[in-house]
Every structure is written in structure tokens, then in C-alpha cells.
């Protein structure tokens, strides 16, 4: 009897330590697949640009029938959390995908390899390569090249437009709308339910149909529109506060009171509430325009909607701010020949636009490589595959010497701006402060957290 | 003598036995609840971004944290969120499950109905009452809009977001429903007779006989509700980011925040040993006041 029952616990026992082993026999597959070299590989993409991804990587173990791409896609919002726990356990991914501001960051902290001398033994010169704002260099390294751009343009309907007798914005760069010509159109397109505008006398703020626009008050649509008035977030070198100049309060306001003073944009509160989905609410005539990222493109191409597309409004001249996130590859990688023939791969747009047109998949994002533009026959081949506005518009924000994305070069950035700038303009968009107020102070509270640049 | 020994030896056997039945539940508590604590209290001394090595800095961490204004406004969010949401659902429940105690037709039906609210786990109700809530197409101001009634921004308003999120946490509370009604059902009848006899009516028997009876239920309630309250953190999460303009920022959305976000491990550590002694210090309030108005039928009554 005692016997049966320490028979029973000691299994018992043996069962609850097996469950808590680390279970590592799932890469026990067939022989073949033994002499294969796995790369881990780590990313947040999700939605089409997962789809690009995904065709990518297949194309390259068609290629390479020697490399086994294990692929992990991770939502954004655990995305940075999971990296993390995986480096603190050092087993950081051989090739992972990595936050614009976090690149050189990561680099000087030593968790990623310092690509320049592979770059050197492939004979590929980064800077005559890519595009200066795709390449993540500091003293001690290179880090990471964008594997896309991203830039801001403005969608519009055009449906709405026509009905509203409103003519197109221009697609060329160089000559957007005025920061006024943009609001006079949001006006136009504002429709109560009485079907009445905020021109028209009797206009109820309360109970909008339609909106001619949102706010944009996400980071990085400010970053963008910032650029158009000679102001940023923090000063080039990082050393001084760039939102407290009177030219970012300027933007700062004037966005705000797109919807404080001009009622062509719902309040914060309704935009938190309902406008989660700006692609859908446009193409539904629920919204006249935004101001987004390139990337929302393929959310209009999947339902065959001819969007407008046009450089963001200025408010002083034509600008526009230009980068994007890249893949870094593991200083503890132990395949680190493989993981950078993988990684130069990656980071070819026109690879990218080779597997598009193979595979059928759309791009959102803009060339990382000079060649794609600048070489007619890459350059004809992109445009075939890309959305012809976006083509005519990106190409001509690329070509019109693009502002680099502050968060690319400044130190502490998610720091100083995330956290210490952004929820201070919350009250600007809620209406409790002007922006000048809302500003005052900022720079003695985040002194001690400006700790310059990068580069 | 030899009689003694041989007893001793029982018991002896017995704690053997009896320990190594609970042993995997102290090992797991141990492994993963004990030593993971006493981590935290390790690290809330250190500077630590989870990838650099920890560097030791004292009681910095906790200057910082009470220097912080985010802390103090964390706090005030999380306070006023308990403030409003332990009394509404603790008395609104108790009524609840006065009503579904009565001997109505179909009132498993409805018990199920109250029910199930907590079956439902938390990120789905809230992804729902994201919906309900939404202030152009929303359930409820499409509702407010019929009769002509204003209508609100709900959890997108600084004002409006933590009631909100009381109003939800109430439609939430079923399980707080489930022990009252396990409670009201064990309240001697005998008492509302003599109590009938004595000619009382329905709110004497209310005040004299069901409240005292159910006295230790209602404290075990309110403690776990003030504890829970004061760990908001998935509503915030999923429907607020903590805004408008930090409205929402619950103290456990700060110490998420400054870990995982911003990769202050050792700085949330410290934030979150506050909140303990916090919720440390409440829970024991509750337990010393509770001499007073918690009635023990074993005890002989309230002192």
C-alpha cells in the first residue's frame, strides 16, 4: 500500500518537473532539415505588410535552400516587451526588426552587430547605396539600414471633392496647399445634419455628419508637419528643446484648432471614440481627409479605392519628414554570414518589388535604395508594381530633399517626446491650454533628459 | 512511555505526509510568487533597463518616484476610481442578489444573466464597451439621441472615464452577486420569523436580521473589490492608454508603462512595492475596523 503511494507521488512528482523543463524537441524535424542553417527571425508586421514579408522570405529559401527562416511576428504593442525579455535571457533573434529610435541605441549598448566591416567584405558601399536617412551610424558602428521608408502624405476622397466643387491638390511636392488652403477644404466638406457647413449660419457643432478632417496629433504626423515651419521637437543636436520655438507652438495651434475654432475636425474626445479606423471612414464619405503614413496605402488598394494622394499642407513651405524602422542582426548570432547575406537581402527594396509583382502582394512603403529611383529600369519596374499617385507623389517628397526624422538621430527620444512632450499637448487638443502654455517649462522639467544626438 | 513515543512517531509520520501533499503548492508558491517578490524588492534598488547589467543606486528609485508628479496623479486617478467603484458595486450587487433570492418564476434565468458578465473575460468586455461607449456610433448616446437627451464622450472625457469605468466594473460585478446569494441563502429563517412575531416589518428585518447576518460576507467583498480596484489596470489598457490627458492612468498602467515601455525595471519594481504597502495598509484598516461592525454568529455577537 505505501509502496503504491510513493510509486504514484514520485511519478506524480516526475510528471510536474517534465511539465516545467523547458520543452526545446519542436526543431527535431525530419534528416533534411538538419543541415539547414535556422535564422531566427523576429518582426511587428502584420496585414499587408506581413503578406510582403512573408513572399520575401519565401523567395529567399527558394534562393538559399540552405537557410531555414523561423519566423515570428509579434503585435507592436507587445512587439518591444518580448525583445526584451528574449535579451535578457540572451537569446536575442539573429535578425529582428527594430524601433527608429531605439537602432543606434541598441547598437552602443551592444546588442547588435556593427554591420560596416560585412558591408565592406560584400564590396556594397552604404552611403552610395541607400538613402542617408535609411542609414543608422554612430562613431562606433553601423547598426541598421531602414528595410523601407515611410513618409506623411494627405488622403483625401475625391467623390467627396467633386460633390463639394473642391479642386485636387496638386501631386507634386514641391507645391502642396497652404496650411489655409487645407482648412478652407475641411470647412467645405463639414456637414451637420442639417446638411449644413461651419460657413453656413446655423451650423450645429453637436451633431456633425460628416468631418472634413481630423487632428493630427500623433507623434509622428507632428514630426512631419513640423518640418513645413522650420520646428521640431528637439533641437538637431539634441540638446535644447525644438517645441518651445514659436514656430512648433504655430503648428502646435494650428493644428488644435482645427477643430477648436475652425469645427472642421471632431473634438479629441470624438476622435479617440470613433475615429479608430480613418482608412474605412473616408472610403465610407464619413471623412473628407487625413494625414497619415505611406504604409495605410494597401488598406485602400485591398478594396480597389481610388484614394487622393498629396503632399501634407504647409504652413510656412513644402516639407516633409522621411524614415524608417530597420532590422539589426544579433552581436550573439552563430550564423552571423548567413543571418547579413539574409539581412542585404532584406533591405533591397528592389527585391521588394521583385516579389510584389511574382506574388501579387502590394507595397505600402517607399524605396530604402537611391538605385530604385534613380536607375530608369528599377525605377519603371517600382512604378509598375506601386500605386501610380503614390509613385508620382513619394517619389517627388523623396526627390525634394526630405527632412530626416528627428526620432532617427536624438537621444532618450521616446524619453523627452513620448513621454514628456506629448501628454503636455494633450491639453491643447482638449482645449484647456494654448500651446504656448502648454509648452512653458518643459524645458527645465526635461532638461536632465536631453542627452543630445546621435552621430 | 513506549505509548507516548509511538503516538509521537504518528504524528511525526503524519506532517511528513502532510507536507508532501501541500509541498507542490509551496514550492509553486515559492518559485514563482515568494521568489519573484523578493526579486522585485532586489531590483527596485538597482537601475536596470533588463538588458545592461543592474546598477545599484540606493534608495534613488524611491525619491524619484515620490518626486514625480505621475505617481501622485496615478494615485488620485486609482484612489477616486476605488472611491467610486467599491460602494456602488458593493451595495448595488447586495440588492441584486436580494432580488434574485426571492422565489420568482424563471430566476435561474436571471441569475445567469447577472452572471454572466463575469464569465467574460476582461479584454473582451472591454473591446464591447469600447463600442457602446463610442461616442458617434455608440449603443448608448444612439439611445440618449432618440429621446433628444445630450449626449457624452464616456472613457474618451477627462470627466467621464473613470465613472465610466465604475458604471462597467458594476455590470461586471457577478461574481460579487454569486456570494451574497450563497450568503442570503444561508440566513436561518427562524430568525425572520421571530423577527415577524415580533412585528417587524421589511426593513427592520432588513436592518436587524439580514445585514448583521451577512456582515462577514459583505467585508470579504469590499476587501477583495478595494484590492482589485486598486489594480486596474486592463480597461485602462485596452480602451483608454491611460488618457485623456492621463485621466485613466492607473497606478498599474504607470508601473506597465515605466517597465515595459521605457525599460525602467528597477523603477517600477519601486512603484510597485508602494503599491503593495498601500493596498498593505488599506486591507489592514479594513481588518481592525471590522472588529466593529463584522458580526460572527460563533462569537456572541458584536462587542
Redesign the interface.
Given at each position: 500500500m505505501k509502496k503504491i503511494l510513493i510509486v504514484t507521488l514520485s511519478l506524480c512528482l516526475a510528471f510536474i518537473m517534465l511539465g516545467c523543463s523547458k520543452t526545446d524537441n519542436k526543431d527535431n524535424g525530419s534528416a533534411a532539415n538538419e543541415d539547414k542553417v535556422k535564422l531566427q527571425f523576429y518582426t511587428w508586421w502584420s496585414g499587408g505588410e506581413k503578406d510582403l514579408g512573408e513572399a520575401l522570405i519565401k523567395e529567399y529559401e527558394l534562393l538559399n535552400p540552405n537557410v531555414e527562416i523561423v519566423q515570428n511576428y509579434i503585435p507592436y504593442g507587445e512587439y518591444h516587451t518580448k525583445l526584451n525579455a528574449m535579451i535578457a535571457a540572451k537569446e536575442t533573434p539573429d535578425i529582428y526588426f527594430i524601433n527608429e529610435f531605439l537602432v543606434n541605441e541598441w547598437g552602443e549598448k551592444g546588442i547588435a552587430e556593427d554591420l560596416n566591416p560585412y558591408y565592406e567584405k560584400s564590396g556594397i558601399v552604404p552611403k552610395d547605396t541607400y538613402f542617408d536617412t535609411a542609414i543608422y551610424e554612430t562613431e562606433k558602428g553601423l547598426w541598421g539600414v531602414s528595410f523601407s521608408l515611410g513618409t506623411y502624405t494627405l488622403y483625401y476622397n475625391k467623390d467627396m471633392f467633386r460633390e463639394a466643387g473642391i479642386e485636387f491638390p496638386t501631386t507634386s511636392a514641391a507645391n502642396p496647399w497652404t496650411w489655409e488652403e487645407y482648412v478652407d477644404a475641411a470647412r467645405k466638406l463639414t456637414v451637420d445634419s442639417n446638411g449644413k457647413t461651419p460657413n453656413d449660419e446655423g451650423f450645429n457643432a453637436n451633431s456633425v455628419r460628416t468631418y472634413g478632417t481630423v487632428m493630427p496629433t500623433n507623434m509622428n504626423y507632428i514630426t512631419a508637419l513640423l518640418t513645413t515651419n522650420n520646428g521640431s521637437f528637439v533641437s538637431m543636436d539634441g540638446q535644447s528643446l525644438g517645441i518651445i520655438k514659436p514656430e512648433s507652438i504655430e503648428v502646435i495651434q494650428k493644428i488644435a484648432d482645427l477643430s477648436l475654432v475652425e469645427q472642421c475636425a471632431p473634438s479629441y474626445e470624438v476622435m479617440l471614440g470613433s475615429f479608430s479606423d480613418m482608412p474605412v471612414m473616408l472610403m465610407n464619405g464619413q471623412l473628407g481627409m487625413f494625414i497619415d503614413g505611406t504604409w495605410m496605402l494597401p488598406n485602400f488598394q485591398n478594396e480597389n479605392f481610388e484614394v487622393g494622394l498629396a503632399q501634407i499642407p504647409m504652413i510656412d513651405y513644402a516639407s516633409n519628414a522621411v524614415w524608417g524602422s530597420a532590422f539589426q542582426m544579433s552581436r550573439d548570432s552563430k550564423h552571423k554570414e548567413e543571418a547579413f547575406e539574409f539581412y542585404k537581402y532584406l533591405s533591397d527594396y528592389n527585391n521588394a518589388v521583385d516579389v510584389s509583382s511574382k506574388y501579387g502582394v502590394s507595397i505600402g512603403n517607399l524605396p530604402n535604395m537611391i538605385s530604385t529611383v534613380e536607375d530608369t529600369e528599377l525605377n519603371n519596374k517600382w512604378t509598375e508594381v506601386f500605386n501610380k499617385d503614390m509613385a508620382i507623389v513619394a517619389g517627388d517628397i523623396l526627390n525634394n530633399d526630405p527632412v530626416i526624422g528627428e526620432c532617427t538621430f536624438i537621444k532618450n527620444y521616446a524619453s523627452i517626446v513620448e513621454e514628456g512632450i506629448m501628454p503636455k499637448l494633450e491639453k491643447v487638443w482638449l482645449g484647456e491650454l494654448d500651446a504656448s502654455q502648454a509648452v512653458s517649462g518643459l524645458d527645465n522639467e526635461l532638461q536632465t533628459k536631453l542627452q543630445g544626438a546621435w552621430q | 512511555m513506549s505509548n507516548r513515543k509511538a503516538k509521537s512517531n504518528i504524528e511525526r509520520k503524519s506532517f511528513f505526509w502532510g507536507y508532501?501533499f501541500i509541498s507542490?503548492a509551496i514550492i509553486g508558491l515559492i518559485l514563482f510568487s515568494l521568489g519573484p517578490i523578493l526579486f522585485s524588492l532586489f531590483i527596485s534598488f538597482n537601475e536596470w533597463d533588463?538588458?545592461?547589467s543592474m546598477k545599484f543606486i540606493g534608495l534613488d528609485n524611491y525619491k524619484e518616484l515620490f518626486r514625480d508628479n505621475q505617481t501622485w496623479d496615478a494615485l488620485k486617478v486609482t484612489f477616486y476610481y476605488t472611491a467610486l467603484t467599491v460602494p456602488l458595486s458593493t451595495i448595488l450587487t447586495f440588492f441584486i442578489a436580494m432580488l434574485l433570492n426571492s422565489k420568482t418564476k424563471g430566476i435561474r434565468i436571471f441569475r445567469t444573466i447577472f452572471y454572466i458578465p463575469s464569465i467574460v473575460p476582461l479584454v473582451v468586455s472591454s473591446a464591447v464597451w469600447l463600442y457602446i461607449?463610442?461616442?458617434?456610433?455608440?449603443m448608448l448616446n444612439n439611445l440618449l439621441s432618440i429621446f433628444n437627451l445630450p449626449?457624452f464622450?464616456?472613457?474618451?472625457?477627462?470627466a467621464g472615464v473613470i465613472p465610466s469605468l465604475s458604471i462597467m466594473a458594476v455590470w461586471g460585478a457577478g461574481n460579487m452577486v454569486v456570494i451574497y446569494l450563497a450568503g442570503l441563502q444561508g440566513v436561518p429563517k427562524q430568525l425572520y420569523e421571530a423577527a415577524e412575531i415580533d412585528g417587524a416589518g421589511f426593513w427592520v428585518k432588513f436592518m436587524n436580521v439580514t445585514v448583521p447576518i451577512m456582515s462577514p460576507i459583505v467585508f470579504y467583498n469590499v476587501t477583495m473589490a478595494i484590492i482589485n480596484s486598486m489594480q486596474t489596470f486592463t480597461q485602462a489598457f485596452i480602451m483608454?492608454e491611460g488618457?485623456?490627458?492621463?485621466a485613466s492612468l492607473f497606478y498599474s498602467l504607470l508601473i506597465y508603462r515605466k517597465a515595459?515601455?521605457?525599460?525602467s525595471m528597477g523603477y517600477a519594481a519601486a512603484l510597485s512595492w508602494l503599491l503593495f504597502l498601500i493596498i498593505a495598509v488599506l486591507t489592514a484598516v479594513l481588518f481592525i475596523t471590522s472588529k466593529k461592525w463584522v458580526y460572527y454568529e460563533n462569537q456572541g455577537g458584536k462587542q
Open positions: - | 508532501l507542490p533588463m538588458v545592461s461607449f463610442n461616442p458617434m456610433f455608440g449626449q464622450n464616456y472613457v474618451f472625457s477627462k483608454t488618457g485623456p490627458d492621463n515595459f515601455k521605457y525599460q
